[in-house]
């Protein structure tokens, strides 16, 4: 039989301090982050991150600041991070002989 919840949750954080704790979110300065990133990136060989730049309750206008804190100060320092590696997985345009002719789009009117 499975674990109960309580059994399977014993050890999770369930307060700010333990939740920043055990690493499941990262606060701080640009540069702080930038340093908690570096590390889970390169300990963990992670080249593609997804940031939530908000959440709860916060402002829009807060939001607005945490996204361009992170897009000014923050993403110019791990920009390099793996600079040296090919990135299999972003996206690449296809050769044009390789796209699927489409035909023509032509719009229909609709009289009722």
Same mark, same amino acid.
């Given at each position: 039989?499975?674990? $109960? *919840?309580?059994?399977? &949750?014993? $050890?999770?954080?369930?307060? *700010?301090?333990?939740?920043?704790?055990? $690493? =499941?979110?990262?606060? $701080?300065?640009?540069?702080?982050?930038?340093?908690?990133?570096?590390?889970?990136?390169?300990?963990?060989?992670?080249?593609?991150?997804?940031?939530?730049?908000?959440?709860?309750?916060?402002?829009?206008? #807060?939001?607005? =600041?945490?996204?361009?804190?992170? *897009?000014?100060?923050?993403?110019?320092?791990?920009?390099? #991070?793996?600079?040296?590696?090919?990135?299999?997985?972003?996206?690449?345009?296809?050769?044009?002989?390789?796209?699927?002719?489409?035909?023509? &789009?032509?719009?229909? #009117?609709?009289?009722?």
């Amino acid at each position: 039989m499975g674990k $109960g *919840t309580q059994e399977r &949750f014993a $050890g999770t954080a369930k307060d *700010t301090e333990g939740i920043v704790e055990r $690493g =499941y979110v990262l606060i $701080g300065s640009p540069d702080e982050v930038a340093e908690q990133l570096r590390e889970v990136a390169t300990t963990l060989n992670v080249g593609h991150l997804m940031l939530l730049l908000q959440f709860g309750n916060i402002s829009k206008q #807060l939001t607005q =600041y945490n996204t361009r804190l992170s *897009t000014e100060k923050l993403m110019p320092q791990l920009r390099n #991070l793996f600079s040296e590696s090919e990135d299999h997985w972003w996206p690449k345009p296809m050769d044009a002989n390789e796209c699927a002719e489409l035909p023509a &789009f032509t719009p229909k #009117l609709v009289v009722e």
